[in-house]
């Protein structure tokens, strides 16, 4: 996440490049920083931060080799956002293809849609001059058959037979609809989290915003979460800031979190409360969701809020500005 500063002194609003990451992923905030500070634009700055994520794997939520779905695959979630002309680039449920964020891009630049999904996009990829690879592990395999052997627990389904709260699949509808009141409660876990997230403010107030992820685990296959969809995973809009949001997407995406946060802050509310109010909205629905928003303004100020959940009562993430000499984790606690 990259977040802009204001300048001591100035008569008006200046930005200070700034980078904020979620999850305190220092090797994406550093990537981002040198690609801003050697003259590359924010785009650049939140593609490549992204992809260097991709490439390490970052705690097993970002990249090729983690979170395997219900068949044991790896597919892959991303989207990036130009702030100045709004416009989008998205992949979803990627596969085959590692570098999901350098896709996302492609399909901003090359075509005049904001979303490719399934084989079709890894087709396109591919004609983009990106390589088939490989996104299995075998960490990930592990883990497919981990989960095997523990009766395919947890998992996505509801209200079907055989009874997906005790046994593997394959499900289907039962013969007499019996619906129960399911609460909604988020099967992540801070040792789950599922997002990198990416705001990036240049010197100018220029914003761009990014996201990739490798979704939730044991996912039903087709899935797809918060990550890709413009507002929901981040949004960016260079005439009020940037914002992006981890967490149970399955949930966060029906409130379009990254979307209001930015909206809360054309209004004039600083980012901490932006994100507050965001994540408080979320509450009123879903009190035991797991999530948190990253939020920075054009005019240099920054912040984050979570939701506080057993486990889950502080929310770490990485600031790059030229104030300081490296990135710098910020925490801040759950509300």
Not at 13 to 20: E, F, G, T
Not at 62 to 82: H, K, Q, R, W
Not at 83 to 109: D, H, P, Q, S, Y
Request: net charge negative; aromatic share 8%.
């Amino acid at each position: 996440l990259l977040v802009a500063s204001q300048l001591v002194g100035a008569t008006s609003p200046v930005a200070l490049p700034l980078v904020v990451n979620t999850w305190a992923f220092e090797s994406a905030a550093e990537t981002a920083w040198s690609i801003l500070m050697s003259g590359g634009s924010e785009l650049d700055a939140v593609e490549r931060g992204c992809s260097q994520c991709e490439i390490e794997q970052c705690d097993g939520s970002v990249g090729y080799g983690g979170s395997p779905d219900e068949s044991g695959e790896t597919t892959l979630d991303a989207m990036i956002m130009d702030g100045n002309t709004m416009e989008v680039g998205a992949v979803a449920n990627l596969r085959r293809v590692k570098n999901a964020i350098g896709v996302a891009r492609k399909v901003m630049e090359y075509t005049k849609h904001t979303l490719l999904v399934g084989e079709s996009a890894s087709l396109f990829a591919v004609r983009m001059g990106f390589p088939y690879e490989d996104l299995t592990t075998q960490k990930s395999l592990s883990r497919y058959s981990e989960w095997l052997n523990q009766s395919c627990q947890p998992n996505y389904w509801k209200n079907v037979v055989p009874d997906s709260s005790k046994s593997c699949g394959p499900y289907k509808r039962p013969a007499k609809e019996t619906f129960k009141e399911e609460k909604t409660i988020s099967q992540r876990s801070v040792h789950n989290h599922d997002t990198i997230g990416m705001i990036v403010i240049g010197g100018s107030g220029s914003v761009a915003a990014g996201t990739s992820t490798n979704g939730a685990i044991h996912k039903i296959p087709g899935r797809v979460g918060d990550s890709p969809i413009a507002g929901a995973g981040s949004y960016a809009d260079s005439t009020a800031g940037g914002a992006a949001a981890t967490g149970d997407g399955d949930i966060m995406m029906r409130f379009l979190p990254s979307y209001q946060a930015v909206e809360y802050m054309r209004m004039g509310i600083d980012p901490t409360v932006a994100c507050e109010k965001v994540i408080s909205r979320i509450q009123k629905y879903a009190p035991k969701f797991f999530g948190a928003v990253i939020c920075a303004n054009t005019t240099g100020s920054y912040g984050a809020a979570c939701n506080k959940i057993p486990g889950f009562t502080q929310f770490h993430f990485m600031v790059s500005t030229p104030l300081l000499s490296q990135p710098m984790e910020q925490v801040v606690d759950c509300i």
